[in-house]
């Protein structure tokens, strides 16, 4: 039966239906967001751990100190990071978001991590991955204030505790 024939034998009644429900499939498919201030302090979370790492993994000092608050834990961070820049030619790190939990202003972001760190651009490089804890603090404005678990800052440090270990002299 040719489509054009196939078209005509519907009824009005027939098409009615048809039409109200790609209307309501149409009107479905367009989501709003139904709380807006929480979905946009979510992105503004989600772009406070990208810009962190995208400071670390371009050596970038003063975008790496702007997004934390000046505590004694953080300058230790901070110093092991430039530690890191000094060391390492290129530091190329992925951060997979598995958590976060907010409660006031306080917000947990679990972290996944992998990396290479290489010291000359010929280097295969050091590979690691860990979890993390990274503790911000804001509303508008997401700010670092704490840390906790294995984290990729500081691997220069890391590699001089887990460096080759000296050979011992053979047993008599």
């Not at 790190?93 to 958590?99: A, C, G, W």
């Not at 993390?132 to 220069?156: C, E, N, Y």
């Not at 505790?161 to 050979?167: A, D, L, Q, R, V």
Request: hydrophobic share 40%; net charge negative.
């Amino acid at each position: 039966m040719p489509a054009r024939t196939f078209l005509r034998s519907w009824s009005p009644t027939t098409w009615v239906p048809v039409l109200l429900l790609a209307l309501a499939l149409a009107a479905c498919s367009s989501k709003t967001v139904q709380y807006p201030e929480d979905h946009e302090r979510m992105r503004r979370i989600d772009q406070a751990v990208e810009t962190l790492r995208d400071a670390y993994q371009r050596k970038d000092r003063s975008g790496f100190e702007a997004l934390m608050l000046p505590l004694d834990q953080l300058e230790l961070l901070q110093r092991e990071a430039e530690a890191d820049f000094d060391a390492f030619h290129s530091i190329a790190v992925d951060f997979k978001i598995e958590r976060i939990m907010i409660e006031g202003d306080d917000i947990d972001v679990y972290v996944h991590w992998q990396g290479t760190w290489k010291k000359d651009p010929d280097d295969s490089g050091i590979r690691q991955r860990g979890h993390a804890r990274l503790q911000w603090v804001g509303t508008h404005s997401i700010l670092l204030r704490g840390v906790q678990g294995d984290l990729p800052f500081g691997m220069k440090t890391r590699q001089t505790f887990t460096g080759p270990s000296p050979t011992r002299p053979a047993a008599p």
